[in-house]
């Protein structure tokens, strides 16, 4: 594993402990689309299915079993912990994500990694992954009860695409010297999409950095 592997999967990692941590310590899930989270536990399920049938490393497990339970349990508490569930934005996250995950099972059907059932929920969970983001981005856009935390959240999560770009570009010159079309083109899209976000929030950090300067 390389550094920008490691990181990448690090920084993933915090995105869902800090957004975990939110939801636990507020009691609150305001400004975080329900909607993107479901899609997260499909991407997991669909993408972490070979956890019955290969074994590739105890982080590996580890690190799977983390992704999928935490994501159960964030959606979990969005719509049925009596008191998380009365914060939900339900209003405010309007997009039709449907869309998103029909587009993307008959795109993975008809441009899959190969043609097996697990190689096609693989594919699925790729390009699923590469916009779910979409609704978490128009709720941000759209609510004005938008907190630092959920922010950190997405921008960490913006983070770990980029990282993952560095790791495929690393091993395209190290290792693979052949570019895998369906993550790459996938990464890019999804690294495109938080690009918009990446500049206003450090536009809004390096506000925040001046007004703390006294004149």
Same mark, same amino acid.
């Given at each position: ?98 869309? *998103? ?5 008959? *795109? ?108």
């Amino acid at each position: 594993m390389n550094l920008f592997r490691l990181a990448g999967d690090m920084t993933h990692l915090l995105s869902i402990v800090v957004l975990f941590r939110k939801i636990r310590t507020t009691k609150s899930c305001a400004g975080v689309s329900l909607k993107t989270q479901e899609m997260y536990v499909m991407v997991f399920l669909t993408r972490y299915i070979d956890l019955f049938t290969t074994y590739y490393s105890f982080y590996n497990i580890l690190m799977k079993l983390f992704f999928i339970g935490t994501s159960v349990a964030i959606v979990w508490y969005m719509r049925f912990h009596k008191v998380v569930k009365q914060t939900y934005n339900k209003d405010q996250d309007t997009f039709k994500h449907y869309y *998103l995950v029909l587009a993307c099972f008959v *795109l993975a059907l008809l441009i899959p990694h190969n043609y097996t059932v697990m190689e096609v929920l693989w594919t699925f969970s790729i390009y699923l992954e590469a916009v779910l983001i979409l609704p978490q981005l128009v709720l941000l856009q759209t609510s004005s009860n938008i907190d630092n935390l959920t922010v950190n959240y997405v921008f960490f999560l913006g983070a770990y695409r980029a990282l993952y770009l560095l790791n495929w570009i690393y091993r395209f010159f190290t290792e693979l010297h052949r570019i895998r079309w369906i993550p790459w083109i996938s990464g890019l899209v999804q690294t495109a999409l938080y690009a918009d976000f990446f500049y206003y929030y450090i536009k809004s950090w390096r506000k925040q950095e001046e007004l703390r300067i006294p004149a």
